[in-house]
């Protein structure tokens, strides 16, 4: 019932007029011209459009179904999986070396949102493995990666993440699955673990676990926790699948959405591993892939959005309803359309600049991610500080956003067929997972802000500084948004000192601010971005360059954000600024 | 798998403490002492806990099935009507002439919140009944009353509400429905409707429908509407029923929640119908139940808010996960319970102290409209200038709050078997009908605001400044309660003045910000009611009555919403004084 278009405009508008990608010194960068950029992302919309989203509501309605302990998937997602693959996309910003095209992470990204907005459940399987992919390249031997990455570039093998337990997620500390040493170096994992994306399904050969488990001689918490490659079906010297392991699918979790991914309890009763990266230090080699994991889940926050805004705009030109406040706009017709309505245009104009805010954050992300592989320390600290706002921030205002563009439908939102409901559903998750928001936040507040001694926020308020400073003589700009920002960047900054004055006496002071302050850092990277976009906009615009009407349309929508969005800084301040007291009142059987 | 605990002492602290209805003049009120209003709630209470709660899920999972053209409700369902038909608590706040117990509306709103925590989609099928109860008793003939209300106030006949169609739902004008007058002076009926609540099931012997519908000569738009009786059975003379009509349930919609509930295409091929009130008049029939079935559905909004709170704070306190930053607090078990996290008070007090003023607030509503039925017009002006207000904003607040809720549970709040997901998804629904939200924020501006020369509003404002010059004297509160309220009041005044300054030149300045300002109204009706609590709990503890711990909490409470939620008012009141330039800056085509 849904549809959805790849934004490839507002696409190539950020990789070349905003982050001018093939201008970068990055490796693989120069090819990155704008008409290649395009190709890319017109055959990934297509995919998406054709073959990708009419299976999201059918993967919502029939789910995953385990039968004799096989997962069998939705009605066409093998053969669409299949497509993805014949595509080369799975390994489009993999490493050549094992099949990969050797592609920057930004264009990862910027098919990533294409896929995620038209089938987000789906896309989650080649997602997952990418994750596990990244795992292997980072810290597997060589022997690991020639036996399991080139299967894993191209999904014929498809990967998962082992973390959660029944009584711990976020507390990995005390997991028990163990992992016993075997004579041959490899170990015998046993344990359940919960939630597990893709757990297990009929697309692919074989699916290659990665199981943070605990090794004797740890000792307690998580330093004891090691991560070990498990793989379904063992693998032959010569690459060919040998034994199936004792892995098996517990069961198939009823969620409340992104029902068109296997999300199983995995039970793995003495199943060879083998370790990835150093004993003990499974924690730090999960570490290292959480800053492109998290992106990738802010990612799919906002492209969820996108296509329930899509939909949205959609059925607000179509749906006539009432008269416009301000004389007929559609006098031979029983009604207006819904868009003529000022609340209409609200929740439309709220969707629309938050979306293109989200997008130009998480490409920018992405670009330091490439920047930080390349070896940028810069980049790759600013990142690590960007990824909880990336990821927390995102993920809220994405779900909100599908809200929104459910509330546009009235009624008819609520009922399934029409598919706003889903969009709501599937974008509820990406606030839980890869660490529920207010871990994002804890994150931000108790260790990113102060990592290497506060350099990297510091980085950022004189990045803002600077950009403010650039661009003062812009007098087209100055009033809508480099004032806003500066704002802004003040509330973000008092409370920075908030937390850095109080946190140390009275760390519940900061901690109780935390969410606000992962917010308020969202909505300033925001204007941020909005402020970037500006410039370029308006550069393109005074060089009577390109469409006039985009760009004129791109300065409009940030100019809401900035008045209407924006000011929210104001009130996380005051949240963040009353401190602990309040928060921390009630014993707990006062609740 | 999810409990409820009536929350009576939070009840009776409002119906004595805070409206004191016991003290009342109005007529039967007398009887409401504190004992007597306990009994009933602890009755209420019990029938929600054992009976409803228990069938919540069960509904959720099993839905409503249309079968040979009968709809069937889920398993226990039928019991649990009788049960609450027994206990005599469809007519709690009926017409003693018609078999109700003519207790306070006030009373009926207490144990409507309570059955509706329990089972909101359970809850619908006496809920509708009473409005459309409340239709027939306010216009029907001494013959509709005496054929209809007696059967209708023990539920053993339910009844419907019918007005939206496929292609109008707000624009009622529009609708296709007929009535064609016959001889005997009743009509026949032709049309379709759609999102029928409670449309048809089997618990009642008849369905007794309310349908908008056109009759000759009535001309264009709403004017020519008029309201019809139209029963599933015709009534005999003796009151046993006759002929079933050509009434018929077209299907059920899937919904994405309240699946407990019927929501039904309904299709009237000629069915016989009644005109209930007068010809053409069939919209201010309807209006003049608006005030109670918005309120209700405010109500809906925050009671499965309530219910996912107690919830999520028996999940902070049993999960053990982390440790609390300023050093353990179960230092003998493997970890800390969720509640000690600061992010985690901050979710939970967030919610609890939204409940709590909506209760008041919806309280206190109730209060007005019992005084507006004996003759209060001042009551009647400032409930109706409310109801907007308490139907859009304890909506969209309750919501998040069973969204807060739900991301307590972590992972767990996804998986349905937890029934937080329940929480959300039927939740959800109070956003959109009984008017959608962007529809209360349009009556809110667009019509209550101005009513009657703005005296409403103007009368709100009064009694915001005499109850804080009133208490002035109050050092306790003076800090944490009244001054946070005056700088509320002074934001929302403002918008009131931005409103009718910019309204009269360009309409669009007012609706743009229409929606803030219902939140700014929201945000400021809360905080008096904090107030008016904060002055009650203080009384108590001065006069050292009661339970003085419950006392400090809600006083504590309070402290929170003033302190967290009131600065939210600074935001809503920026958007709202940035106009409509840039809501309307784009072209549809633009989006």
Not at 250 to 267: F, L, Q, R, Y
Request: net charge negative.
């Amino acid at each position: 019932m849904t549809a959805y278009n790849a934004p490839i405009r507002d696409m190539q508008f950020l990789l070349h007029d905003v982050l001018e990608v093939s201008a970068s010194d990055l490796p693989g960068r120069t090819d990155l011209e704008p008409s290649f950029t395009e190709a890319i992302l017109e055959a990934a919309g297509q995919l998406a459009s054709e073959v990708l989203a009419p299976l999201n509501a059918v993967g919502d309605q029939q789910g995953c179904v385990l039968e004799n302990g096989v997962v069998r998937t939705p009605e066409g997602f093998k053969a669409a999986f299949e497509a993805v693959k014949e595509g080369g996309w799975t390994g489009l910003d993999c490493d050549p070396e094992y099949g990969g095209q050797g592609m920057a992470y930004v264009m990862g990204v910027a098919t990533g949102e294409i896929f995620v907005a038209a089938n987000m459940a789906f896309n989650m399987y080649q997602g997952l493995t990418h994750g596990a992919y990244s795992a292997i390249h980072a810290h597997g031997t060589d022997e690991q990666k020639r036996t399991y990455l080139p299967k894993m570039v191209s999904c014929d093998w498809t990967g998962t993440m082992n973390l959660t337990e029944p009584h711990c997620g976020t507390d990995l500390g005390m997991l028990r699955t163990r992992a016993e040493p075997q004579e041959d170096g490899s170990y015998l994992i046993t344990g359940q673990k919960i939630f597990i994306s893709a757990g297990d399904h009929d697309m692919s050969e074989n699916v290659i676990h990665l199981v943070l488990a605990k090794a004797p001689g740890g000792g307690e918490g998580t330093k004891g926790i090691s991560l070990f490659i498990v793989p379904k079906f063992l693998v032959n010297e010569d690459g060919s699948l040998g034994e199936r392991q004792p892995v098996s699918v517990g069961k198939i979790e009823e969620k409340m959405g992104i029902h068109g991914n296997s999300t199983c309890v995995m039970n793995y009763d003495g199943a060879k591993g083998w370790l990835l990266g150093d004993l003990h230090k499974g924690m730090r080699a999960m570490f290292t892939m959480m800053n492109e994991a998290r992106l990738g889940v802010g990612l799919q926050g906002y492209a969820v959005a996108e296509a329930a805004y899509q939909n949205a705009v959609i059925y607000a030109r179509d749906r006539l309803q009432g008269r416009a406040v301000t004389g007929a706009q559609n006098p031979s017709g029983p009604a207006d359309p819904l868009i003529v309505h000022p609340d209409i245009r609200r929740a439309l104009m709220d969707q629309k600049s938050l979306l293109e805010g989200a997008r130009a954050l998480t490409f920018w992300g992405a670009d330091l991610i490439d920047r930080g592989h390349a070896g940028d320390a810069q980049a790759e600290g600013l990142v690590s500080l960007l990824t909880p706002v990336i990821k927390g921030f995102l993920t809220d205002k994405g779900f909100e956003g599908t809200v929104q563009a459910q509330q546009v439908y009235g009624g008819h939102g609520y009922i399934e067929e029409w598919g706003m409901s889903q969009f709501v559903r599937d974008a509820r998750i990406a606030m839980i997972y890869e660490g529920a928001n207010g871990i994002q936040a804890l994150d931000l507040v108790g260790r990113k802000l102060a990592l290497d001694g506060g350099k990297h926020v510091m980085g950022f308020f004189e990045m803002v500084k600077g950009f403010i400073r650039e661009n003062e003589g812009n007098a087209a700009l100055k009033a809508d948004f480099l004032e806003p920002l500066k704002a802004a960047s003040k509330d973000l900054q008092s409370a920075a000192m908030f937390f850095m004055e109080r946190g140390m006496k009275n760390p519940n002071d900061a901690l109780a601010g935390s969410y606000d302050f992962m917010h308020l850092f969202g909505h300033t990277v925001l204007g941020l971005m909005w402020g970037r976009m500006a410039v370029a906009a308006q550069k393109a615009l005074d060089e009577g360059r390109g469409d006039a009407e985009f760009y004129r349309t791109k300065l409009a929508t940030g100019r809401y954000y900035m008045k209407r969005q924006l000011p929210m800084t104001a009130t996380h301040l005051a949240r963040i600024q009353s401190g602990s007291d309040t928060v921390m009142a009630l014993a707990a059987e006062q609740f």
